[in-house]
């Protein structure tokens, strides 16, 4: 005979027939239980203190319980001695799960350790004692109140009809429900990124007709930089989105999906019920049947859990208290982290921008700056700090600030010839003539190293020796740096002139010393007197 297992009303109903006094036999056949299982009811009602003379009134709640609890305790099967093993060595199995070790390696290193215990016992034990294999709890959390939250999700969707080439492009959807009514928004896109982000969060705010305090997204990059369960780090971009839209940002825990339990099942419920056996042409095609599934079909179907339609819930409870949807379109800016190459220039959306050489006494190239570009203007920043700011170019451009380099190097950059006319004539009349006539002619940029040369001349022999060399070669109409450099070198080098009334000066003696050095005595007679016998012979 098959087994069936007793419900609480038919228990209930075999002892309110006992208290009446009614045979055991005769409630087996009124009931359609076996007279043993009768028997066994009536002795446990027994157990509990129950008596027929009581009568029907005796058996309360409290009463029946305790029946069955009765009836549900089994005698305890003894354990083994592979249980006894396992109860000794308790913790070296415990430290083992918690460490994350398969049970099956488990049990080779209780085998190493001379404990030989089957895998159905130890399963059995691990499950009985350390809670092995069972799943946390869940508890549902409380709604919030109207308008406060919208949870965001994004997965794959599907595949476009094939192109011209027979290509078929896959794309996404971010999706958007309100946590309160459950109203659901799908915005198609082909590439998850702050920007397509952004451009969601725009038509979402635009179809629910405002914008929700608080947006529950998971950690996606395209928003989150970095997850953390305490203070994420939200991408720039999307943080400067919210601060505009004024709305809060409060990402999910990394893998932890019930975090956003409104939003986690809706992916595959949007690919399946929204998408699937659809045919669709393009993006846009994508996008309108989106909106026409979320507004007819999606938002008109009873809601399991609410038991309200989503759309009718939205427009009674939230929309109201929904603050005001943008009334213009946001510019999505670009961020970027440019290096200063050596030629002062950083390249941001593939095209170049001048810079400082130093800024607030630190060096800027070679360092990597951020750069944020909107639809007119390119802002560069150190430390948080604005460095410069520039009118944006399109891929390919260069803004150029001829400050922003030093002078000598400025116009060598923006072939600046008069600058260059000007340093000539700091060394001298003729020297900034011959730089004249170096730079005249129908392209004189082309002419730029030659009086750069010219100048070089001017630090190495002196700016009075290279005038004076550029008026003999002026005489003679010669205009040829490299002769003018042959004649400094070859030339003799420009005397100091001699003042004409200057004395005469006779240098003192370097070896002059005094006559008390000498041995003999200096005789101041003179020599005529000291040879009288030669004048007289004379």
Known sequence: MAFREVTMLEVREVLRLWLKSRTKKGIARQVGLDPKTVRRYVRSAEACGLSPKEGVAALTEERLADVLVRLKDRPVRPKGDSWTAC???????????????????????????????????????????????????????????????????????????????????????????????????????????????????????????????????????????????????????????????????DPTRSRHPKDKARVERAVPTVRDDCFAGETLCSLDDARRHARWWSLNDYGMRRHTRTQRLPLEAFDAEEKAALNPAPSQPYEIPLWADPKVARDQHAQVDKALYSLPTHFRGKQVVGKRLRARADRTTVRFYLDGLLVKAHPRKPPGGRSTDPADFPPEKAAYAMRDIDFLKRQARKHGESVGIFADALLDGPLPWTRMRRVYALLGLCKRFGSQRVDQACALALEVDMFDVRRLQRMLKLGPPPSAPTPACSPKVIPIARYLRPSSQYALPFDSTPQQQENPSNEEND
């Open 87 to 249: 109860e000794t060595h308790r913790q070296f199995i415990a430290d083992g799960l918690k460490n994350k070790i398969r049970l099956s390696k488990v049990r080779k290193l209780l085998k190493r350790r001379g404990v030989d215990v089957p895998y159905a016992t130890l399963h059995r034990f691990a499950v009985a004692e350390l809670e092995f294999g069972r799943t946390s709890t869940t508890i549902p959390v409380a709604d919030c109140e109207p308008g406060q939250e919208v949870q965001v999700d994004t997965g794959w969707m599907g595949y476009l009809k094939p192109d011209a080439s027979g290509k078929r492009r896959r794309f996404r959807a971010w999706i958007f429900t309100a946590v309160r009514s459950r109203h659901r928004f799908v915005w198609p896109c082909f590439r998850e990124t702050t920007e397509s982000a952004i451009e969601a969060c725009e038509e979402a705010w635009a179809f629910f007709g405002g914008i929700f305090v608080v947006m529950i997204p998971d950690n996606t990059k395209a928003i989150v930089q970095r997850a953390d369960p305490l203070s994420p780090l939200i991408t720039e971009a999307f943080r400067e989105y919210a601060q505009a839209r004024d709305f809060e940002i």
